[in-house]
C-alpha cells in the first residue's frame, strides 16, 4: 500500500499554471488506469487530465476554478500492490543507490522478472509526459521520452538537439526541436540535470514515448516535495543498490529501461569534415602509391573514411567517375566544368512539403481554372483607405480577397471543405478558416486564420501579420498552423501570369491571384490602360464540378471588380 | 688487367641505403654491382646503430650489478662484488654480432645475384667508376647509379681526430675503458655513447655549445635523459665551447671555454667528438658526375633522382634526416623506378629513435615544429608512472611518458613521442598509425594488449578525448 501523488503536468508549452475547470473524480473512488481526474484549462485549451495508475481517491487538492500551479499535488491516490508495489516514490524514501544508476551499466536484473507490474503500465508511469510527477522522483537518472507532442501523433521528426552530451540543462531549458505533421515543437527539460546520452539522429522519425534525452539529475533538480535521500554522486556498485529498489515502480522501470536500452548510446559523433583546402590528403601508404602510380592527385579525391582519410574504395569511386570525360575530352572553353554535387538531406519542414505536396498530387485530380479580374476600381478604394484609415494599419489586397472569398464561400460549401478521402466523407465547413501559404528562411508554411469570415479588412490583415511573423520565426503553435478550409496562396510581385496552385490537402480549392499590372484593356469600345490581375486557382474534380469551380471565380471576380458590393449583404 | 663491367645498375656504397637498393634491384631482376670500399653494411651495421646498440646493452648490464652490487642490491639481489669488465672481450663480442649481420648481407646480396666489388670507387663521370680492388682495376659503365655513399662524422677543426681524440667509430673499439671521458656535443651520438660509458664506470663529462642537450626536441621529451645525467654524476657543460687539446704529461685536457666565458681544463684519457655528421662527398669522384649538389648534400627530386639522367642518389648523401631507414626505403624505392615502376618518396613521418636513458622516440610532428601547436591542435601525454607493465620494470619513475598531437578538427594524428626505458620498440606502432592515416578514435578504439607499454598510447589518445582511464 503506497500514495502516489499525481501533479499536475505541464498541460503546454511554457505554461506555469492552469486553471482547475472539474473534478471527474471525489474523495473515495476507486479510479482505473486512464481514467479521467480532472479538466484543467490553460490560455490555450482545456485539457482532460486521466490517471496514471489505479487506486482509491484519498484527497483532491483545489477548487474548480482556483489557478493551480504547473507540478503542484492535484490527487493523492492509495495505490495497492499485491507485495507493496506502487508506493509512492514521492513519499516512501527509497534506497537511492539505483538511482544514479547509468541505466547502460545495469543489469537486466531481478527487480524486473519479480515485478508484478506489466511493464507497460510501469512504463506508462514513467514515460507518459503527462504525468511529470512520475518521472521526476528518478532524480538519479531520468529518462526523458519523446511526448506526445500533437493530438493522435504517434512519432516526431527530431529535427535539431539544443543541447550535448555532458551539457548541464536547467529545468525548461530546451533539449531538442522536434516536428509533427503540423508544427515545429521545442520540447524542454523537465528536470535540471547533467545530458548523459542523446538517442536518435537529427532528421530521424522517432516514435512518441521513445527515449530522448537521458539524464543525470543532480540533487538541484528534485522537486522539492520529494522525500528522496541523498543520493550518492555515482553509484559504481549497480547490483548492491539493485535489490533494495525493487520496492519502486519507478526504479524497477529504470531497470527494465536498463534492458531495453541496454546498448551504450555512442554519442552522436561530431560531423566530420572533409578536408579542409590545403591540407594533405589522409591516405595509407598503399592507396598513396597506388595513386601516385594512376597518376592521380589524391588532394582531389574525396575520402569517405574518418577525417576524410582516403580509402582504396574513394580511389576506384573517383577513377570511375573521372573516367567517362577523360574519354570524351571537355571541348576546349575558358570555362571550368563545375562537377561537384552537393547532398542536401530532405529533412524537417522540407519532408514536410515534400510529403504534403505528394500527398496532394497523387490523391487529388487537380484542376486549373484562370480568370482575369480588373482591379482598377479596388486598387483606388484601397489606396483611398490607406490614406483616410492610416492608423488603422496599411493594407494590402490580401484582406480584399479574404473578404471576397467568406462572401461567396457560403453558396458554395463545397468548395469550403476538407476531403476525407479515406472515409469517402467531405467534411463542409460554415467558418472560413483560411490558410494563407507563407514563405520562411526553412519553406512554406501555412499559417491558418481562424474564422475569417468574422474579421473585417484590418483584423485579418493584423492576423496575417501576426501570423507570418510567427510561422517565419518558428514561433507558430500547431493549431495554427492546421485546420484550414480553403487556401490563399499568393506569390505578390513575383506573382507572374499564372499558376497551377497544389490544393492543401484535404482542402479542395486553392485560390492564388496572380500579379496586378497595367494592361490595355477595351472597355466600352475603347481601348483604356486598367490594372488587371489573373486569379488562377486549383480544385478538386472528385468533389468541385469544374461549371461550379468556373461559377464561384466569377461571383469572386464581380466582387472584386465592384468592390463595393464586398460590404454589401 | 682491367676488368670492364657493364651492369644496369651500379651501386655505390653498401651501407642501408646501398645494399637494400642492390637487392631489391636483383629481386627486380636488374643486372646489378654493388661497390663498397670498407665492409658492406655501412656505418649502420659497422661502426654506428648496431655496434653503438650492443655496447649500450652491456652498459646496461654492468650498471645493473654494479648497483646490485652496492649497499643493500636490488630488490633483495646482491653480488658480493662489483662487476669487472674487460673491454677487450666486449668489443670483441660486439664484432660477433657486426660479423653475422655483415655476413648476412653478403649472403643476401649473393643471393639476390649481386655482384659485389670490394674496393674504392672513383667515378670518372657520371656512368664510369674505376674501382682499384685487391685482384686489380674494374672499371664500370652502367646504364643507372645509385650513390649511397652515406656520412662521416663532422671534426672540428681545432681539434682533430687523432690521439686521444675519437669519433663514434674508435669509441666502439676501444681496448680499455677511459677513466675521464669527455663528450663533446651532446646530440643523441654523443650522449648514446656518453651515457653508455658512464654506466661502464667512467667519469663523463658532457660539453655542449647549446643552451641544451638533444636541440632536434623539445624540453618536454629531453627533461627524462637530462634527469638522469644529473643523477648518475655525468657532469653537464652546456653553453660552453671545447677549446682545443693539450698535453699534460700521460694524461691530456680539454680546454673549454664555458658559458660564464671562462677557460675550464678539462683533464681527459679521451675526447670524443660528436658534433655531428656530413655527408661523405669527397674522394670519390662526386665531382666528376656533374650532378647538381644542394649545399653539401647531392640535390634530388622525390623519386631521388638527380640532375644527372640515370643517376640516383639515396641516404645520408642526400640530406637530413641522416637515418638508415630512410636510406633503405629510399633504396627500394630507386631499385624499383629504375625497373620501370611509378614511384615517388612520400612518408608521412621517417620516425627517429634515440638510445639514451630512457629511450626518446619521435613519430611525425613535434610541438615544436610548424603546425605541432597552437590553436589547431589538441595534445595529452600519458605518464608511465601510470602504466603498470613500465612499473614492473622500475620504467616508471624516470618522467617517461607517451605523447600524442592531433588537428582539432578532425582528430587526425600529428605526431606521437615517448620517453622511457624500452620505448624504442613503440615507434612502430606511432609511425604506423601515421602512415595508415589514424584519428584519435582509431588508437582509442583499438584494444591495446595489457601488460605493455604501448598501453600509454592508447591512455594518451584517450585523454585527448578526454576519458583517459588511468589518469
Redesign the interface.
Known amino acids: 500500500m503506497g500514495v502516489f501523488v499525481f501533479k499536475l503536468p505541464d498541460v503546454g508549452e511554457g505554461t506555469a499554471e492552469a486553471e482547475l475547470v472539474e473534478w471527474k473524480v471525489a474523495v473515495g473512488d476507486m479510479v482505473a488506469e486512464d481514467q479521467p481526474l480532472a479538466d484543467v484549462m490553460t490560455d490555450k485549451a482545456t485539457v482532460e487530465l486521466t490517471s496514471p495508475v489505479a487506486g482509491r481517491v484519498r484527497c483532491l487538492h483545489g477548487i474548480p476554478g482556483e489557478m493551480r500551479a504547473v507540478k503542484s499535488a492535484l490527487v493523492e491516490l492509495d495505490v495497492e500492490g499485491a507485495d507493496g508495489e506502487g508506493s509512492n516514490p514521492d513519499l516512501i524514501p527509497s534506497p537511492s543507490g539505483e538511482r544514479n544508476l547509468d541505466p547502460r551499466d545495469t543489469p537486466p536484473t531481478t527487480p524486473l522478472s519479480e515485478r508484478p507490474d506489466s511493464p507497460d503500465s510501469v512504463s506508462k508511469e514513467l514515460d507518459s509526459p503527462d504525468s511529470p510527477d512520475s518521472v521526476l522522483p528518478q532524480s538519479g537518472d531520468f529518462i526523458f521520452r519523446l511526448p506526445d507532442v500533437g493530438e493522435g501523433t504517434a512519432e516526431a521528426e527530431l529535427v535539431e538537439w539544443k543541447v550535448k552530451l555532458g551539457d548541464t540543462v536547467e529545468e525548461d531549458q530546451p533539449l531538442a526541436d522536434v516536428m509533427t505533421d503540423k508544427a515545429t515543437v521545442e520540447l524542454t527539460s523537465p528536470v535540471a540535470g547533467v545530458v548523459t546520452a542523446l538517442h536518435g539522429t537529427v532528421g530521424q522519425m522517432l516514435a512518441v514515448k521513445s527515449p530522448l534525452v537521458e539524464l543525470m539529475t543532480g540533487k538541484g533538480g528534485m522537486p522539492p516535495q520529494s522525500a528522496a535521500p541523498t543520493a550518492p554522486p555515482l553509484a559504481k556498485e549497480p547490483m548492491k543498490a539493485a535489490a533494495p529498489v525493487q520496492a519502486s515502480p519507478v526504479h524497477g522501470a529504470g531497470g527494465r529501461e536498463a534492458v531495453g536500452g541496454g546498448k551504450p548510446q555512442t554519442p552522436s559523433q561530431p560531423a566530420?569534415?572533409t578536408?579542409?583546402l590545403g591540407t594533405k590528403p589522409?591516405?595509407?601508404?598503399a592507396v598513396?602509391?597506388r595513386a601516385?602510380?594512376l597518376?592521380v592527385e589524391l588532394s582531389y579525391v574525396p575520402g569517405s573514411?574518418?577525417?576524410?582519410?582516403?580509402s582504396h574504395e574513394n580511389l576506384d569511386g573517383f577513377l570511375n567517375r573521372g573516367s567517362a570525360p577523360a574519354a570524351a575530352p571537355a571541348p576546349a572553353s575558358g570555362y571550368a566544368r563545375r562537377t561537384e554535387i552537393t547532398d542536401v538531406k530532405v529533412i524537417g519542414l522540407r519532408r514536410r512539403i515534400a510529403q504534403s505536396m505528394q500527398e496532394a498530387k497523387r490523391r487529388i485530380p487537380h484542376f486549373a481554372y484562370i480568370e482575369e479580374v480588373d482591379m482598377t476600381a479596388l486598387e483606388a478604394l484601397r489606396a483611398h483607405l490607406n490614406v483616410t484609415h492610416k492608423a488603422r494599419g496599411k493594407l494590402t489586397v490580401l484582406p480584399f480577397f479574404a473578404r471576397a472569398l467568406v462572401k461567396v464561400l457560403p453558396d458554395y460549401p463545397q468548395i469550403n471543405a476538407r476531403f476525407d478521402d479515406d472515409a469517402g466523407v467531405v467534411h463542409r465547413h460554415a467558418a472560413v478558416h483560411l490558410g494563407v501559404a507563407a514563405q520562411t528562411p526553412n519553406g512554406l508554411i501555412v499559417p491558418v486564420v481562424k474564422h475569417a469570415e468574422a474579421m473585417d479588412l484590418w483584423a485579418f490583415a493584423a492576423e496575417v501579420t501576426r501570423l507570418s511573423a510567427a510561422a517565419r520565426d518558428g514561433k507558430a503553435k500547431s493549431e495554427e498552423l492546421s485546420g484550414s478550409t480553403i487556401t490563399l496562396t499568393s506569390l505578390g510581385p513575383l506573382g507572374g501570369i499564372a499558376t497551377t496552385p497544389v490544393i492543401n490537402y484535404p482542402e479542395v480549392a486553392i485560390i492564388g491571384p496572380n500579379k496586378i499590372v497595367e494592361r490595355p484593356v477595351v472597355v466600352g469600345g475603347q481601348v483604356v490602360i486598367r490594372k488587371m490581375m489573373n486569379l488562377s486557382s486549383s480544385f478538386d474534380h472528385r468533389v468541385v464540378d469544374g461549371y461550379d469551380a468556373a461559377e464561384f471565380i466569377q461571383r469572386i471576380k464581380g466582387l472584386l471588380e465592384n468592390p463595393a458590393a464586398l460590404f454589401i449583404d | 688487367m682491367t676488368q670492364t663491367l657493364t651492369p644496369k645498375v651500379l651501386v655505390v656504397g653498401g651501407g642501408p641505403g646501398g645494399y637494400v637498393a642492390a637487392i631489391r634491384c636483383g629481386q627486380l631482376g636488374l643486372d646489378t654491382v654493388l661497390v663498397e670500399g670498407v665492409r658492406l653494411g655501412g656505418t649502420c651495421l659497422i661502426r654506428g646503430c648496431i655496434p653503438s646498440k650492443a655496447m649500450i646493452h652491456v652498459a646496461s648490464e654492468v650498471d645493473v650489478m654494479r648497483r646490485a652490487a652496492e649497499g643493500a642490491g636490488r630488490h633483495g639481489v646482491k653480488l658480493a662484488s662489483p662487476p669487472t669488465v674487460d673491454l677487450n672481450q666486449t668489443v670483441a663480442w660486439k664484432e660477433t654480432v657486426v660479423d653475422k649481420l655483415n655476413g648476412g648481407v653478403t649472403a643476401l646480396l649473393k643471393r639476390a645475384k649481386v655482384k659485389v666489388v670490394e674496393g674504392w670507387g672513383v667515378f670518372e663521370d657520371a656512368k664510369t667508376c674505376r674501382v682499384q680492388t685487391a685482384a686489380g682495376e674494374v672499371v664500370i659503365r652502367p646504364e643507372n647509379v645509385i650513390l649511397a655513399s652515406g656520412s662521416v662524422p663532422v671534426e672540428l677543426p681545432h681539434i682533430k681526430f687523432g690521439g686521444p681524440v675519437i669519433s663514434s667509430t674508435e669509441a666502439l673499439s676501444l681496448d680499455a675503458l677511459p677513466e675521464r671521458l669527455v663528450v663533446v656535443g651532446a646530440g643523441y651520438i654523443g650522449l648514446e655513447l656518453g651515457i653508455a660509458m658512464r654506466k661502464f664506470g667512467c667519469q663523463v663529462t658532457v660539453v655542449e655549445a647549446q643552451d641544451r642537450i638533444l636541440p632536434l626536441y623539445d624540453k618536454d621529451l629531453t627533461s627524462p635523459v637530462r634527469r638522469w645525467l644529473e643523477k648518475n654524476g655525468v657532469t653537464l657543460m652546456l653553453g660552453a665551447k671545447a677549446q682545443g687539446v693539450e698535453a699534460d704529461g700521460n694524461a691530456h685536457v680539454l680546454i673549454v671555454e664555458t658559458a660564464e666565458g671562462e677557460a675550464v681544463r678539462l683533464p681527459a684519457d679521451k675526447v670524443l667528438v660528436t658534433v655531428g655528421r656530413k655527408p661523405l662527398t669527397e674522394g670519390w669522384g662526386l665531382e666528376a658526375t656533374g650532378v647538381v649538389m644542394n649545399g653539401r648534400f647531392v640535390k634530388v627530386d622525390d623519386r631521388c633522382a638527380t640532375s644527372m639522367r640515370g643517376v640516383y642518389a639515396i641516404g645520408d648523401l642526400v640530406g637530413e634526416p641522416m637515418l638508415a631507414h630512410k636510406a633503405s626505403a629510399q633504396g627500394e624505392m630507386v631499385a624499383e623506378i629504375i625497373a620501370g615502376h611509378k614511384r615517388n618518396f612520400d612518408p608521412v613521418s621517417i620516425s627517429a629513435v634515440c638510445f639514451t636513458e630512457p629511450e626518446i622516440v619521435s613519430a611525425g610532428l613535434l610541438p615544436t615544429d610548424p603546425g605541432g601547436s597552437g590553436d589547431g591542435v589538441v595534445t595529452a601525454l600519458f605518464p608511465f608512472q601510470a602504466n603498470g607493465r613500465a612499473l614492473s620494470m622500475e620504467a616508471g619513475d624516470d618522467g617517461g611518458f607517451v605523447r600524442v598531437i592531433a588537428r582539432k578538427d578532425d582528430h587526425r594524428l600529428l605526431g606521437v613521442q615517448a620517453v622511457g626505458a624500452h620505448v624504442s620498440e613503440l615507434v612502430a606502432e606511432f609511425t604506423l598509425a601515421l602512415e595508415m592515416g589514424a584519428t584519435l578514435e582509431d588508437i582509442a578504439g583499438t584494444i591495446h594488449v595489457h601488460p605493455t607499454l604501448s598501453e600509454g598510447f592508447h591512455e594518451a589518445t584517450q585523454r585527448v578525448l578526454g576519458h583517459a582511464i588511468h589518469i
Open positions: 566530420r569534415t578536408r579542409a589522409l591516405a595509407s601508404p598513396r602509391r601516385h602510380e597518376g573514411g574518418p577525417a576524410g582519410r582516403i
